[in-house]
């Protein structure tokens, strides 16, 4: 599989990662099984799709414990990406930011992870009662002590129905630039796919002059852009889709034509070559240092996935894919 770098540092990496999310936090808890999804992490590692994503609050924690049985026998293999900064509550998620937290958040990550570094530490979200520059500062310090490698900042913006919102990562940005000041950033995670394409305006091309890695999340968004979900597909009470405004069955159905290009867009290159594949491509054809990360639970479509970095969308291809139609329905 061709390689990207991340950062400064150029730590290389599978073009195409591996988010580990699903295996164990947001969807479907009948369908995730933990045999399975350490098939499908090493199958992923096979294939040299490196990068494997994950955070202490997937499960919480279970999701760190999983990799940890893969990382034990294959630690040369794998790009251990993790994040600190979120807690979860019996009802609410929090912001924790205290430097004396993410110091003992990430010692307890390397042990659930069986490793003694992490590649890439990340900040999942600021915490609003503590300068970002203090907890910038304090992940900075576990760099120099050898327990990390690298830093990231995963972006949140205040999603809209409709593309080209200005100012949509604009918050984020600023933030960059503080934390900049205090220690280097080596990448930046956000949303970015077909049906979500705003962090094209001001995020990634912070990141382009900068050298900053970008770690496309969502590239598939949720399972749509594949054209396996159908309009009206029921999802379980625990599964984050259920209660997304974009898969109600009359977003889901509005939204069809963006699949349908897709589609037609694969046909061109192959029978064997799915909407996914088209999704993953653009989104690889963003820049060099931009790596997606779908998540995956099945053997079979980290297999899918990884394929697409073989795929090679022409002029014309990457024209009809800007000029598909806007997603409808809030992300709010």
């Not at 972006?155 to 280097?184: I, N």
Request: proline share 5%; hydrophobic share 45%.
């Amino acid at each position: 599989m061709e390689r990207r770098t991340i950062g400064a540092s150029a730590l290389a990496v599978g073009a195409v990662g591996l988010g580990c999310m699903p295996m164990s936090w947001a969807y479907s808890a009948s369908r995730q099984r933990g045999d399975e999804s350490l098939r499908t992490v090493h199958r992923a590692l096979d294939l040299g799709s490196s990068l494997l994503d994950t955070a202490d609050m997937y499960g919480p924690f279970t999701n760190e414990l999983l990799l940890g049985r893969v990382l034990r026998q294959r630690r040369a293999d794998a790009f251990v990406s993790t994040k600190v900064g979120l807690l979860v509550g019996d009802q609410h998620i929090v912001a924790n930011g205290r430097p004396g937290y993410v110091r003992r958040a990430c010692d307890a990550s390397l042990r659930r992870l069986q490793t003694d570094v992490i590649d890439l530490y990340q900040l999942h979200r600021p915490d609003p009662e503590v300068p970002i520059e203090e907890t910038w500062g304090a992940m900075a310090e576990l760099v120099r002590a050898g327990k990390v490698r690298a830093l990231g900042l995963c972006a949140v913006g205040a999603r809209s129905a409709r593309r080209g919102r200005a100012g949509l990562y604009d918050a984020t940005v600023r933030q960059l630039e503080r934390v900049q000041q205090v220690f280097p950033v080596s990448a930046v995670q956000a949303e970015l796919s077909v049906w979500s394409p705003e962090a094209l305006e001001t995020l990634l091309p912070w990141c382009q002059a900068r050298g900053v890695g970008f770690l496309a999340a969502m590239p598939l968004g949720n399972g749509f852009l594949t054209g396996t979900l159908r309009p009206g597909a029921g999802f379980e009470p625990d599964d984050l889709r259920a209660r997304h405004p974009r898969f109600t069955a009359e977003m889901m159905a509005a939204n069809q034509p963006i699949v349908v290009g897709l589609r037609r867009i694969a046909a061109r290159h192959g029978e064997a070559v799915t909407p996914a594949q088209v999704a993953l491509a653009w989104v690889l054809a963003q820049g060099r240092q931009v790596i997606p990360v779908p998540g995956a639970k099945r053997e079979r479509w980290v297999t899918e996935n990884a394929a697409a970095t073989a795929l090679r969308l022409t002029a014309e291809d990457l024209a009809e894919v800007g000029a598909l139609p806007a997603a409808l329905g809030s992300w709010e």
